[in-house]
């Protein structure tokens, strides 16, 4: 469950936390969506939003670790390949991954 | 889209999926929790592009698969009823009750209606004063914060005719569950990003402990999937069992607390019966004290009602992971989407629907 | 083709009846009124010739088709058209399937008491307008109105004739292993469209239903001599249901690639927050055509020449597989099988 889809906030309407409005630009479609409880979300922001409500904020800087690991295992391919092109390949351990830890 | 489309490029999941073979020297059993993980899976095709020697079990996360047989039947009485507008999710329309479904309540006469957002119910009710409007609250943590927010608002503005049939469960619980059972084969956990984004991911730091199995918080999109794979593999691989965070650009360690202190004022844990698993304790929400005079079970006197489950359906045993859907013998024969037994065939979510949809059971022809 | 700005002042006198009444339907004076004023002159020219009980008509040489349907669809507005248009164009366009060149249409109209005499007036234009640009002529009817609450304010069921004037067979029994798949345009525009302003699940977008007649481009091709063994208009159901009407019918499995379907930003966008699969979402001007891989390109230029096939492209193949499976090799390289739902595909939150 939850299908949650981001969005982009173009324009806020609404006094206190919990009646802010934003509405969200979802690839050229917008609907409205709650920000109560995303107070921190401000116009250009992408944020979530699941059943009308934000629940993040998306933080860009993490979205791009999916790519910057990709990154790494191609890289880490190209240099198999090239490793094995050159001859018998050496005892390799297993590199040690620079993943996003908890 | 932005932060969609870029996370379902094929180069790059060819390349998890690379990784993923690389370092997999041996079987291993991995459940997705989420209901919308499995359908990510399967509609992609994730599970074609890894190695035979992965295992993986679509896990219970499909709240209209585990809402109890006798939930649904309340929801058919107070939705035939002629004062009554009853407001749902799609998800929820095609679910069997004991006798019939939503579906069919609409189309003999009652007033059932989808909506998109909880708030989408408070309009309504505002607008028929005369009607009782009444939403059926289903969903995991992602959910209820929605849910509690309509709540909170009714009772703020003083609406008399709106009221919740609350069928909230938790997933924490749920693994608990699984992983407890005598049978359990599941080795990792996929855990469920948009439930995180609420909830963080500390409770489930005991988990991964207590059991020795690596949690892996997961987006929905294949490269999440793919991602989240990778890492459960290569925690498996070298003896590890922690609790990671794939879905970085969503989930926080502490989730959103504005959202968990509301849900938390509005509803209290209570023990929920599931579907096809039976009841688990603090595995649901209910309205608390302050909010009780929005309960739809106690305003339409239905609280009370009873009812048996069928006994040819398996999909407890599906939702556990104990069984695939074509295991089950009445999958695709007696069980088909058209005629369901349980819910798992119903809900667009459910592991059996999802199996007979995509026809996974037998060889896609090249 | 969109709602176009046509007059609205009504010769029936609104302003007297702005409701529709049981009356209207009833037999007697008003019913007369209504026909004769309002609903024959935004059919016709010589509006008598219409109230006759039938119309008949010179029946060319050869082959005719012939073909009904019901318009159904709530709002009676959307963005892009109405209820009327597409009565028009949905009539059309099954004619055009059968590789026909429309004719004569029917209107029937079940109406609900109450309903505003300025909406009927708006959808009865409407269809009168669609039915010129498509060189249709719209020659008998009916009208009958329910009491309230026993019809959703209008509902509209058509017939069609047209002739027939090529010598093809085209029907699923045609297709053959390698025909092509293709189709005319980007998916989906129809549903989202009437989704947008559907109640309950509003959004806002540049999205307008793609609600057109194909008779055109249908009858370029076949006057251009390419072999067309099969069409299919993509309605309720979109593009899945059509895909396994004609695997099943033909027996054979059908692939196509999902980077292959043309599915607009906004579209796939809505669909994406709604839940719903673009490939089974309705279209109402958009058609498959199944022709032999070496008159696919042909066919491809002229479609895409026509002002209702920006955008054709080819979607995918029938394979020699006896199977009547629909196989979607999905955007990452995958394989699944593209099956029909069972019901109307409802907006999930899962």
Redesign the interface.
């Known amino acids: 469950m939850c299908l949650a889809v981001p969005g982009k906030i173009t324009s806020i309407t609404g006094d206190d936390q919990f009646s802010r409005v934003g509405k969200i630009d979802f690839g050229g479609v917008l609907k409205e969506a709650s920000l109560a409880y995303v107070p921190e979300a401000q116009i250009g922001d992408y944020v979530i939003v699941h059943v009308g409500f934000a629940l993040s904020r998306v933080d860009e800087e993490e979205a791009l670790k999916v790519f910057e690991y990709l990154r790494e295992i191609q890289e880490l391919g190209e240099l198999e390949v090239a490793a094995e092109n050159e001859g018998p390949r050496p005892n390799q351990a297993a590199p040690e991954s620079q993943l996003p830890r908890a | 889209m932005k932060f969609l489309d870029e996370y379902r490029d094929g180069e790059a999941a060819r390349s998890y999926a690379r990784e993923i073979a690389r370092i997999t020297t041996r079987p291993w059993t991995l459940m997705e929790v989420c209901g919308g993980q499995t359908h990510a899976i399967v509609k992609f095709g994730i599970d074609e592009l890894l190695p035979k020697s992965l295992n993986l079990i679509h896990g219970p996360g499909c709240p209209v698969c585990v809402t109890p047989l006798e939930l649904i039947d309340k929801a058919l009485e107070i939705a035939a009823r002629k004062d009554v507008i009853f407001t749902s999710f799609g998800d929820m329309l095609r679910v069997p009750g004991s006798r019939t479904d939503l579906l069919s309540v609409k189309a003999t006469g009652g007033d059932v209606r989808i909506i998109y957002s909880p708030l989408d119910a408070l309009k309504i009710a505002a607008n028929n004063p005369t009607k009782q409007v009444v939403f059926f609250g289903v969903g995991f943590e992602t959910t209820s914060p929605a849910t509690a927010m309509a709540v909170y608002q009714a009772a703020r503005s003083g609406l008399k005719n709106f009221s919740l049939l609350v069928s909230h469960v938790l997933v924490p619980p749920a693994m608990e569950a699984i992983l407890s059972s005598p049978e359990r084969r599941v080795q990792a956990f996929l855990a469920a990003g948009h439930v995180c984004t609420v909830m963080g991911f500390e409770e489930y730091l005991p988990i991964a402990a207590k059991y020795r199995v690596p949690i892996v918080v997961t987006g929905f999109e294949p490269l999440d999937i793919l991602q989240g794979v990778l890492m459960c593999i290569e925690q498996l691989e070298s003896g590890r069992f922690e609790v990671e965070n794939q879905y970085s650009r969503s989930v926080r360690r502490e989730g959103n607390q504005p959202a968990q202190k509301l849900v938390q004022e509005v509803f209290r844990v209570v023990p929920r019966k599931w579907r096809g698993v039976g009841e688990i304790p603090a595995s649901g929400l209910g309205l608390s004290e302050a909010y009780a005079e929005f309960d739809a079970e106690h305003r339409f006197g239905v609280a009370n009602l009873q009812v048996e489950e069928p006994a040819e359906c398996q999909s407890g045993r599906v939702l556990q992971g104990l069984i695939k859907p074509h295991e089950c013998p009445a999958f695709g024969t007696r069980c088909t989407p058209e005629h369901p037994l349980g819910a798992t065939m119903v809900s667009s979510e459910g592991a059996c629907a999802a199996y007979y949809r995509y026809r996974r059971h037998e060889p896609a022809a090249a | 083709m969109a709602t176009s700005e046509f007059s609205l002042s009504c010769p029936f006198p609104i302003r007297d009846y702005p409701h529709v009444l049981m009356a209207h339907g009833g037999g007697g004076r008003l019913m007369q009124q209504l026909i004769g004023e309002m609903i024959a002159p935004a059919f016709s020219d010589t509006p008598l010739a219409l109230q006759h009980d039938a119309s008949t008509f010179e029946v060319p040489a050869g082959r005719m088709a012939f073909t009904t349907d019901s318009f159904v669809v709530r709002p009676l507005f959307f963005p892009g058209g109405d209820i009327g248009s597409l009565a028009v164009h949905g009539t059309v366009n099954d004619l055009a399937m059968a590789g026909a060149r429309p004719l004569y249409l029917s209107a029937a109209f079940i109406i609900e008491e109450g309903l505003p005499m300025e909406t009927l007036w708006k959808v009865v234009s409407s269809m009168g307008q669609a039915a010129r640009v498509c060189g249709v002529r719209i020659i008998t009817g009916d009208t009958k109105v329910v009491d309230k609450g026993k019809g959703d304010g209008l509902f509209i069921n058509t017939a069609g004739v047209g002739v027939v004037e090529h010598a093809q067979a085209i029907s699923p029994a045609q297709v053959r292993p390698g025909d092509v798949v293709l189709v005319n345009g980007d998916l989906g525009r129809h549903g989202m469209a009437v989704m947008a302003v559907r109640e309950?699940?509003?959004?806002?977008?540049?999205?307008e239903s793609d609600s057109a007649p194909v008779a055109g481009v249908v009858r370029q091709l076949l006057e251009a001599g390419i072999t067309v063994h099969c069409l299919r208009d993509l309605t309720r159901g979109g593009l899945t249901s059509v895909l396994n009407e004609i695997a099943g019918a033909s027996g054979y499995?059908i692939a196509i690639e999902e980077?292959l379907v043309p599915v607009?930003?906004?579209v796939?966008?809505?669909c994406?927050?709604?839940?719903l699969d673009p490939l089974g979402v309705a279209c109402e001007g958009r058609f498959a055509a199944f022709v032999p891989e070496s008159e696919s390109e042909r066919a491809l230029q002229i479609m895409g020449a026509h002002p209702v096939g920006v955008g054709s492209c080819r979607i995918g193949k029938v394979?020699d597989?006896r199977?009547s499976?629909v196989?979607l090799k999905?955007?990452?390289?995958?394989?699944?099988?593209l099956?029909l739902?069972?019901?109307e595909q409802?907006?999930?939150?899962?």
């Open positions: 309950g699940l509003e959004f806002e977008s540049a999205i499995a980077t607009r930003e906004d796939r966008a809505a994406e927050i709604l839940g394979t597989q199977t499976r196989l999905s955007s990452i390289g995958a394989q699944r099988i099956d739902p069972s019901g409802l907006p999930r939150i899962c």
